[in-house]
């Protein structure tokens, strides 16, 4: 039986998650839940799974949450401070974090401290502050598991190889919604750029998949991830979503992982690892695949994904400057304050006027995101 914590259940990757822990009552056990507001979701969610523990960020929601019956049966936390006592508590052996944005930095430190492996969905950690979370993961000895697909498939790919045998990382992207969309983009419609074509994700992913952000932040933690250098992370599109990531070695030899595109997998694949077993998911039928098609992604009419490498290059505090300036500019956009043409431009103001930190500490990188999303709000006003 494996005890585990979700922080972040009621958003898409949670709500999978249980979806496999649904299925296997006999191998896992949720010791703890959270959610920043959707109690209602919670509340189903504790009655079915019967955590010990939940933490609920929102103060109104929290409360909200107190006056139901089920509140009784749990533990219930209203701050973020909760994340830290529940990850801490010592019969837990894998945490999922699935947070949205920085918020999950502390905990997933906390996590790493307390020797229990990580399963990680949110990249932000990773992008705001790499060297110092795989730095604690080494000397804590530690297992960061990533849950993004192309990541997954990258840890996948490269188990047996040492990293001095890595030439290449080679990330796809879908493209987004707007891959196939001619002519000028600054003025796409919400409605639009929140029409993913192959996956269902939260808005402000697909937002940062429609701008190609997400894919700039992937390069980022793909070269803290697996210590490979940002020159050797190559991004290309893949309409089709079938290969999630290739791994090219030295001899020229490329190794690629494919699967149905189905976010359940790579989370089956944290939740039992380091075992392998029957998923019961979707699997290809190649019989049924006419074609794989891979073309450059094009800079220009996509610069977030430029703007992330500048980031990883300059180093220090820029990569956490560039995530908390993308979070700013895109809560912006869906909120339909900003037009989505000036989601990069607020992203490229933000880093040209950052004074970069190197080698920061972690209150260093804290500070930069705070300053970050006060620029950002500046800019936008």
Not at 61 to 73: H, M, Q, S, V
Request: hydrophobic share 45%; net charge negative.
């Amino acid at each position: 039986m494996k005890n585990i914590v979700i922080l972040g259940s009621t958003g898409s990757i949670g709500r999978n998650a249980l979806s496999v822990v649904r299925e296997e009552p006999r191998k896992f056990r949720i010791k703890g839940l959270s959610a920043r507001s959707n109690v209602d979701l919670l509340e189903k969610q504790v009655e079915e799974f019967h955590p010990e523990v939940v933490v609920i960020t929102d103060k109104k929601a929290g409360e909200k949450f107190l006056e139901k019956p089920l509140a009784k049966e749990v533990k219930v936390f209203l701050d973020e401070e909760g994340f830290l006592k529940l990850v801490r508590m010592p019969e837990v052996d894998l945490v999922l974090i699935a947070l949205t944005g920085i918020v999950g930095l502390l905990p997933t430190l906390e996590a790493i401290h307390s020797k229990k492996t990580v399963a990680l969905a949110t990249k932000e950690v990773i992008v705001s502050a790499g060297r110092i979370v795989m730095d604690a993961a080494r000397e804590n000895n530690v297992e960061i598991l990533p849950v993004d697909s192309e990541h997954n498939s990258i840890f996948q790919a490269l188990k047996g190889y040492r990293e001095a045998e890595i030439r290449r990382i080679i990330l796809t992207a879908s493209g987004g919604p707007l891959a196939e969309i001619e002519g000028d983009l600054s003025d796409i419609p919400l409605s639009v750029a929140l029409k993913h074509p192959v996956w269902k994700m939260g808005k402000k992913i697909s937002i940062d998949s429609s701008t190609m952000m997400n894919k700039g932040l992937e390069v980022i933690e793909a070269h803290y991830l697996f210590g490979v250098k940002p020159s050797y992370i190559d991004v290309v599109i893949h309409r089709e979503a079938i290969i999630h990531s290739l791994v090219e070695f030295k001899d020229g030899f490329i190794s690629a992982i494919l699967a149905f595109p189905d976010m359940r997998l790579p989370i089956h694949y944290v939740l039992h690892y380091p075992e392998r077993v029957e998923s019961g998911l979707p699997k290809l039928d190649f019989s049924r695949i006419e074609q794989l098609n891979f073309k450059k992604p094009d800079f220009e009419r996509f610069p977030c994904l430029m703007y992330a490498y500048d980031a990883i290059n300059y180093g220090g505090t820029m990569p956490a400057v560039l995530n908390q300036a993308n979070e700013v500019a895109v809560n912006a956009f869906l909120k339909e304050e900003i037009k989505f043409g000036r989601i990069p431009e607020i992203i490229r103001e933000t880093m040209n006027h950052h004074q970069v930190v190197k080698n920061p500490t972690l209150e260093e990188v804290l500070a930069a995101d705070k300053w970050a999303k006060e620029e950002a709000k500046g800019l936008i006003k």
